[in-house]
């Protein structure tokens, strides 16, 4: 049993680690050694696949899928069990047909990976495979729910229901065509309307974001054409089949490393050290520390929660209050989406198939503006309650601090400059700047092997929230575009928008409230396959568009109720939300100012791009 219940950490975190390593064995053997491996990539591509479901079922297992929770607030207790057990219901149904479409994607698969030279049934398998593990952690949960008397339903039904439906497809295979629901009325362009309508209502009832997307393409393709529906589920694998999108765990496993081994508190000594004895000194400690850690990490959360604790207690040590504390903490991390390396940059250029290279660019100079623009807010604060001073650090001091963080440094530049000079992809820096934080965790001793599987498998874990909102949010895709809803939309824009300027306020706007209850990331998955198209028809250049709609979801993690930075910051700072939001407000006035100039002036986004990328 406890193998079982190890399962995905054993098989997961050893899958992380080979494709780890084939990656590396890519670079080294097509830049040193001349002789590029032709399976590498394909190799690597269909282990991520496996490792995306393995870390889909950890997230069932503790129940940390990305939703969207603030309305259930509202209701009584007694309310709340009733809609909890609903939602548990819809994410079983589900993984009921997560399953289903597995098997009739190994079915159908035909065609052989040529690198690999084997069948593609190995790369569609992973989806029955990971879904039958889903279903057991998700009965697993539900036991733990029904014990805590969070939910209704107890585990035993789900299990029966399991069991009931298998035999049922065994005896009839084609018993779900009965759930087509356009053989028994004709729905026709209402159909799109209901899905939508019926999905933003189970979104906002709390049913994680990916599912909620599934559940709504699922009951499209019920009410217009079932066997579409079957064609269209090839894209639940497809989607995250995908070199681009294998960058997104190396970097998250990057971060880990930093800060689990001492690679941030050399950055903030050092950073301390030339900045610390200005107005406002550690302050400014804390949104350069952000900003060079933004250039490894590329998360902002990981800012938040990695360099979080350190900062706000340094700022403590210093006489700060905890306002100031927590809203620069809060602030200052939403740098790292967009200086390169940028997690929610490459999930951009995959859903929008833009160039990452160039995104990466596009984000500096805003990056380095909004850096700037928070640290005049910071100075103008702490003048005006009158803070002291720290002591200026010596020569010495600091020679000695640049020492310690030299090859921390380094990270940004390897990573960006690796990437611009041709040496390797956007998804092969992330490898590289893995295996370096790796090497200076060892050099430093705060590495062991044992720390290094772990950080593996929390990297899986993490990643397994981005690989199912990736699935579901292409398989909803398919739906708009049938449809043609982002069209419909633009055409809605159209008729009360003059010029591209006042489509691009119109967005920001929509936004900024959209980003007050939805998680960021949620969000980037929710508007951009829509927003997108809108972008194209008024021909607004996808790059700055990428920058923009980022800064604007960032905004989103500062601003109360869904705020995510805020409870991050508040949890490792030990202090009160409600204090981080209130020290939080006077910094949004900067980071307004910087997207109001970007939207504005896109030649900001765009001019690093167009001068280092133009042909």
């Known amino acids: 049993m406890r193998v079982l219940d190890k399962l995905e950490e054993w098989l997961g975190g050893s899958l992380f680690l080979l494709m780890f390593v084939i990656l590396i064995a890519q670079i080294v053997a097509r830049q040193l050694l001349d002789m590029p491996l032709i399976w590498s990539e394909e190799a690597a591509r269909l282990i991520f696949v496996y490792v995306g479901m393995l870390g889909i079922s950890i997230g069932i297992r503790n129940q940390q899928h990305v939703l969207v929770d603030f309305v259930c607030h509202f209701f009584s207790e007694h309310i709340r069990r009733w809609v909890f057990s609903l939602v548990q219901v819809l994410i079983f149904i589900s993984i009921m047909f997560f399953t289903y479409y597995g098997f009739v994607l190994v079915k159908k698969a035909s065609f052989t990976i040529v690198s690999l030279d084997i069948s593609d049934k190995w790369l569609y398998l992973a989806l029955p495979l990971g879904s039958i593990l889903m279903l057991w952690r998700f009965i697993q949960a539900q036991r733990e729910n029904y014990q805590q008397k969070i939910t209704l339903i107890p585990a035993v039904a789900y299990g029966i229901s399991v069991l009931v439906l298998l035999a049922i497809w065994v005896l009839v295979p084609s018993w779900f065509a009965v759930l087509n629901i356009s053989q028994y009325v004709d729905l026709d362009q209402s159909a799109v309307y209901i899905a939508l309508g019926v999905w933003l209502v189970i979104m906002f009832l709390g049913v994680p974001v990916g599912w909620s997307l599934f559940i709504a393409t699922v009951l499209f393709f019920s009410m217009t054409s079932w066997i579409v529906g079957d064609f269209a589920a090839k894209k639940l694998v497809d989607s995250i089949n995908s070199f681009s999108l294998l960058s997104v765990p190396f970097f998250i496993l990057t971060g880990i490393l930093m800060n689990s081994s001492g690679i941030t508190t050399r950055i903030f000594n050092f950073a301390r050290t030339m900045l610390g004895h200005y107005t406002g000194g550690m302050g400014h400690v804390n949104i350069s520390a952000s900003l060079v850690f933004s250039g490894m990490s590329g998360s902002a959360l990981a800012d938040a929660g990695g360099l979080g604790q ?78 002291p001073r720290a002591e200026k650090a010596n020569c010495a001091a600091r020679i000695e601090a640049f020492k310690g963080a030299f090859w921390a440094l380094l990270t940004p530049i390897i990573i960006i400059g690796g990437i611009f000079s ?89 936004l900024l409230f959209l980003g007050m209850f939805i998680d960021a990331l949620a969000l980037q998955f929710l508007v951009l396959p829509m927003l997108i198209p809108i972008a194209q028809h008024f021909n607004i250049d996808l790059i700055f568009f990428g920058v923009m709609t980022t800064l604007n979801m960032m905004i989103g993690i500062l601003t109360p109720p869904m705020g995510m930075a805020l409870f991050v910051v508040a949890r490792v700072g030990n202090m009160p939300v409600s204090t981080v939001a209130r020290g939080v407000l006077p910094f949004l006035v900067p980071i307004f100012v910087a997207l109001i100039l970007i939207t504005l002036f896109p030649q900001i986004v765009t001019f690093l791009p167009n001068l280092l990328l133009a042909n």
């Open 310 to 387: 350190l900062e706000i207690k340094a700022m403590r040590d210093e006489g700060y209050d905890d306002d100031l504390c927590g809203g620069i903490t809060a602030a200052s991390c939403i740098i790292g989406p967009l200086v390169p390396p940028s997690i929610a940059m490459i999930i951009y250029g995959v859903i929008a198939n833009q160039s990452i290279a160039e995104l990466f660019l596009a984000g500096f100079i805003p990056g380095v503006l909004l850096t700037v623009a928070l640290m005049i807010m910071n100075a103008w604060i702490c003048h005006r309650r009158g803070y």
């Open 422 to 510: 041709g040496y390797f992809t956007a998804t092969e820096a992330a490898g590289v700047a893995a295996l370096y934080s790796i090497v200076l965790g060892m050099l430093y001793r705060e590495l062991s092997w044992e720390k290094l599987f772990k950080s593996c498998v929390e990297a899986m874990a993490i990643s397994g929230v981005t690989v199912l909102m990736v699935m579901a949010v292409t398989f909803f895709g398919d739906m708009i575009a049938r449809e043609q809803v982002a069209i419909k939309i633009a055409e809605g824009f159209m008729s009360v928008a003059s010029s591209a300027l006042i489509v691009l306020l119109m967005i920001n706007l929509l």
